[in-house]
Nanobody, 131 residues
Framework: QLQLVESGGGLVQPGGSLRLSCAAS????????IGWFRQAPDKEREGVSW????????VAGVYVKDRFTISRDNAKNMVYLEMNDLRPEDTAVYYCAARRIKDGETIAIVAVLGAGGVEYWGKGTLVNVSS
């Protein structure tokens, strides 16, 4: 059974850092795109960053580019989101997501598909940026 389990959320002051982890089980990252989404209260779920298990390419949302970095550890079947210079507007529940990469799909195409293209979701971890 394919599962995604997030961890690493918490309370952090503005300007601080957090690293979120996503533990994948029941499948190999090699054939999937793994992404992070977030959802703030009263807002729609939005894509944050994607990583291709096929070639390691990544895509990041413009509002987190240069602050957030997605990475993977194939040996541990883990994906991480390193978040720096956190701002109050980054406060949200962060979800790990997965989609099996289809023939001809690039990570850019997967990112454009957004939440509608996600096949598996984790349950989320709360990030609260507040002083």
């Amino acid at each position: 059974q394919l599962q995604l389990v997030e961890s690493g959320g918490g309370l952090v002051q503005p300007g601080g850092s957090l690293r979120l982890s996503c533990a994948a089980s029941g499948f190999s990252l090699d054939y999937y795109a793994i992404g992070w989404f977030r959802q703030a209260p009263d807002k729609e779920r939005e894509g944050v960053s994607w990583l291709s298990g096929v070639d390691g390419s990544t895509v990041a949302g413009v509002y987190v580019k240069d602050r957030f970095t997605i990475s993977r550890d194939n040996a541990k079947n883990m994906v991480y989101l390193e978040m720096n210079d956190l701002r109050p507007e980054d406060t949200a529940v962060y979800y790990c997501a997965a989609r099996r990469i289809k023939d001809g799909e690039t990570i850019a195409i997967v990112a454009v598909l957004g939440a509608g293209g996600v096949e598996y979701w984790g349950k989320g971890t709360l990030v609260n940026v507040s002083s």
